[in-house]
């Protein structure tokens, strides 16, 4: 009766304050992972922000590091809410894909944004050695462009924009007009 009465005291431990805080520090690795790999990659993140108080309101959205893997639904939702937002135009910042075999469906969604899309390359997009040639015909569709180390002013002319790739160290130039566009 003795033995059953102290190993039912060792399994009933009381969790103490140091005993919590190592499982903390133990878990949050694991934790960390988890929300990188699961929870993260499916948020989308709205925000609107005022540059300047008295100029006429301008809508775009920026949007980047989609690294496309197939999740169909995932993109098209994405797409979904730049289309609802009805901007002007819409800026990409890089890593569309991680492989190449998933270019072709992400640029067809890309083809769906019925606003003017600008884009550069992201690493992943260089690293998965896909042609350019599919996005800057896609970027073009929509009446944006693929901007590698490059300007476009917008239909309106309005605005100038300037993409800048990460492989060059040459900067293309500030438009003269870029300072009535900020």
Known sequence: MHLNDSKQSTKARKINRRRFFAGMVLSMPFLAVGDAKWLEPS??????VRL????AKVRFVH???VHHKGDRAYLESVVKKINALSPE??????DLIEETKHLPEALELIGKIKS?????PGNHDYWSKASFDGFVKCFAATGGGWLLDEQRVTADGKFTITG?????SRQPPIAANASRNA
């Open 52 to 55: 300047r108080r008295g100029t």
């Open 63 to 65: 949007f980047t590091d």
């Open 164 to 168: 800048a790739t990460c492989l060059s």
């Open 116 to 120: 003017p899309v600008y884009g550069v």
């Open 43 to 48: 948020w989308v993140k709205t925000r609107t």
């Open 89 to 94: 135009f819409v800026c990409f910042t890089g």
